[in-house]
């Protein structure tokens, strides 16, 4: 078959890899729509450690069942599906209580970090589970498919927030993850949203998905914005959604004593902020990762 592998840092080839074996549980899905991840960016320029090449990069697509494994009892050859980006076993705690995204041997499709490499769906075709299977209602096409994984990262951080009525809540960070936390926290019902970015186009979109005030500003003269919009309070509420130190330090300075800041951005290794500002204010901090749960309804 035919993939795209990344081969080195800033190099990918275009050529041909051996068709992947369907397992007994397994289908073999043909590949119709493949998105792109800022990891998978990010993974390309050689900047996050999470792609050490050779790897067929991708872990956001949709395809029809090609192939269907003997033990597989639920689904059939032609079926239109997506599938979950994680692989969890199912067996250790983490997953025994719902926690599959902390699974302990938790991969993930199109990575590769050093503790696993796991081939990706860059490819005309991809061998997958079928516990990470869900089929696709007629009306969406496998392009709108390919958006659903980053939809459950968006839903997953937003069910891991504290979100009260008539909170204010910011957004920090207009990409694709940042578009989608808007969308999610705009269908939750917030009142208030506003998304922060230095993008005037993005916080254009951030307004038609749902945003009620953009500020188009960074560092300390964004955090000035949110606490005029805030009336000097602060916002109840902060994600993070680019995951570099300034933006980071925007989030914790956005929020009102007693805040909470949810850190979704995973772009930098290490970031560094202000421990005192965090501690006195009694700021509480949510990591969110991948999705546990979100895929049925997203």
């Not at 991840?37 to 990069?57: N, Q």
Request: net charge negative.
């Amino acid at each position: 078959m035919k993939a795209l592998e990344l081969i080195a840092a800033g190099m990918l080839e275009y050529k041909d890899v051996p068709k992947p074996v369907c397992g007994k549980k397994e289908v073999l899905v043909r590949v119709k729509a493949c998105a792109i991840c800022g990891s998978d960016v990010h993974g390309y320029d050689g900047g996050s450690g999470r792609r050490i090449p050779p790897l067929i990069m991708g872990h956001e697509a949709a395809g029809v069942i090609e192939e269907v494994g003997g033990g597989v009892k639920d689904f059939a050859r032609g079926d239109r599906v997506t599938f979950d980006s994680t692989l969890y076993c199912g067996e250790c705690g983490y997953c025994r209580t719902g926690r599959i995204n902390l699974c302990e041997n938790r991969r993930v499709f199109g990575v590769s970090c050093g503790d696993y490499s796991q081939q990706g769906c860059m490819a005309e075709y991809v061998a997958v589970p079928e516990y990470l299977l869900y089929r696709l209602p007629d009306r969406v096409s496998f392009e709108e498919a390919a958006a659903i994984e980053p939809l459950t990262i968006a839903m997953h951080a937003v069910n891991r927030t504290r979100l009260r009525l008539g909170d204010d809540v910011c957004v920090i960070g207009a990409g694709t993850i940042g578009q989608l936390l808007i969308k999610v926290l705009s269908i939750a019902g917030c009142s208030s949203i506003t998304a922060l970015d230095i993008d005037p186009a993005k916080l254009e979109f951030a307004r038609a998905n749902g945003a009620s005030s953009v500020i188009c500003k960074s560092g300390e003269e964004a955090v000035t914005s949110v606490f005029t919009i805030t009336g000097g309070r602060g916002m109840d509420v902060a994600f993070e959604a680019v995951g570099i130190s300034e933006t980071v330090s925007t989030a914790l300075q956005s929020v009102k004593r007693g805040g909470e800041v949810t850190l979704v951005g995973n772009i930098s290794a290490k970031v560094n902020f202000s421990l005192q500002h965090a501690v006195t204010r009694e700021i509480r901090l949510n990591g969110s990762c991948a999705s546990s749960g979100e895929y049925a309804p997203a």
